[in-house]
Structure formats: structure tokens, C-alpha cells
């Protein structure tokens, strides 16, 4: 559903420094996600992938880690760059990945 | 990748008008779409998905007549806010997939999104 009248949390980070964010799925059926960054004023960008019989996964810079159990999500980013500055959301799926279900959100800060 | 255009990327309306916004797959073919709404500092919200050449599917408590979704072809579908209030002022985002089954990487393709204000 719809976080009404909530405020993004944020992370603020070192440049260099590495990230970790994380997201709290709600459907326990849920067997695709992912990350998207949105930055200001701009649509999402995907980010990384991952379906529900996989743990890990790793991109360029990023990893995801799923934990079926809790119901969690994690992205990592190693060696923060002030591009990485934006809004992060993980995404939920189920049933022949047709809809998209947003979570809440976290604001990530770099400071140079 | 592939691209989703919006148009337009940014309107002003007075209460009580309709404003249509378009979103279009440039360099593919699109047999479902979604129209997420978004407000500040909040996430995405699903509001509907486009189907191509039949109604589209609302999710729950998003009015149809209010927000009306035509997806007429494979790579256009619009959204129609309907007598416009300030409530609706909004950032409006669709997204499209390419072809059916299930997804490959990146196969959810998002638009700019359009920032609807209603005075």
C-alpha cells in the first residue's frame, strides 16, 4: 500500500564510503525484486535484480541480498561517489512478475 | 536500453479541466503498461495497469472515471485526470514492459514522469 504522510529516511555517507540500504518487503509470495534509483524530478532507474531462489547477487559496484525469511532486502554500494546520490526503492513482484510494488524508500546522501 | 517517453513532462491545469498525459515506448512494443502515481518524498504507487487493446485493471481504491487509461496501441497509452482538483496534483509515472512472460533484466522500463498541478 501507500505510505501516506511519511518522510524518507536518510542515509548520509562519506564518498568512498560504502552504502548499505535497506527495504522490508511485505508479500511473503513475492519471488522477483528490484532496486531502483530515482533521482529528482526523474523517473526510476533499475539498478539490480533478483529473484526469490537466489540469496545474492552481484552487479557492477552493487550487491543485493534477499532474506527470504525476514522478508528483507539490502542494497549494497561499494565506493559511494556523489552520483550515487538519490532516492532508492525496492520494487516487489508475484504471479508471472506482471505488477510492481514499490517500497517506501531511502534517501541516500554523499558527501564529497 | 529500451525508452519510455512521457509528454507532457510537466502541466498546469485549473481545477475542474482534464489533463491527458501520454506515455510512449519509442524503440519497442508494449502489451502492458502501468501509470504509478507519486507524491513528494513518498514511493511509487501503483495505480492501474494498461492493457493493450482492453480495459484497464485499477488497483484498489484509485477511481477509474476518475483516472481514465486508454492503451489503443502497442506503444502508446494515455492517462486522463478528469475534472482535475488540487488533490491531484501529483508526479505521474508510467512504465512499460516489453512482450510477455517473464522478465528478463531491466525488462520494466520507466518514463520521466509528468508533474500535474492543479490550481
Known amino acids: 500500500g501507500e505510505s501516506v504522510g511519511l518522510h524518507l529516511p536518510t542515509l548520509s555517507v562519506q564518498e568512498g564510503d560504502n552504502s548499505i540500504i535497506n527495504c522490508a518487503y511485505s508479500?511473503?509470495?513475492?519471488?522477483?525484486f528490484i532496486w531502483y534509483k530515482q533521482e529528482s524530478g526523474k523517473g526510476p532507474q533499475f539498478i539490480i535484480d533478483i529473484r526469490s531462489n537466489m540469496d545474492k547477487r552481484q552487479g557492477q559496484r552493487v550487491t543485493v541480498l534477499l532474506n527470504k525469511t525476514v522478508k528483507h532486502l539490502s542494497l549494497q554500494i561499494a565506493a559511494t561517489q556523489p552520483g550515487d546520490s538519490a532516492v532508492y526503492f525496492c520494487a516487489e513482484t508475484w504471479h508471472n512478475f506482471n505488477k510492481f510494488y514499490f517500497g517506501s524508500g531511502t534517501k541516500l546522501n554523499v558527501k564529497p | 536500453g529500451a525508452v519510455v517517453s512521457q509528454h507532457p513532462s510537466w502541466v498546469i491545469c485549473k481545477s475542474g479541466t482534464s489533463v491527458k498525459i501520454e506515455c510512449r515506448s519509442l524503440?519497442?512494443?508494449?502489451?502492458?503498461m502501468f501509470w504509478y502515481r507519486q507524491f513528494p518524498k513518498q514511493s511509487l504507487m501503483l495505480m492501474a495497469t494498461?492493457?493493450?487493446?482492453?480495459?484497464?485493471?485499477?488497483e484498489q481504491g484509485v477511481e477509474k472515471d476518475k483516472f481514465l487509461i486508454n492503451h489503443a496501441s502497442l506503444t502508446l497509452s494515455t492517462l486522463t485526470v478528469t475534472s482535475a482538483h488540487p488533490e491531484d496534483s501529483s508526479f505521474y509515472i508510467c512504465?512499460?514492459?516489453?512482450?510477455?512472460?517473464?522478465?528478463?533484466?531491466?525488462?520494466?522500463?520507466f518514463g520521466e514522469g509528468s508533474r500535474l498541478t492543479v490550481l
Open positions: 524503440d519497442f512494443q508494449a502489451t502492458t
Open positions: 494498461s492493457n493493450e487493446g482492453s480495459k484497464a485493471t485499477y
Open positions: 512504465s512499460a514492459r516489453a512482450g510477455g512472460g517473464a522478465p528478463n533484466t531491466g525488462e520494466l522500463f
Open positions: 508479500n511473503s509470495a513475492s519471488d522477483y
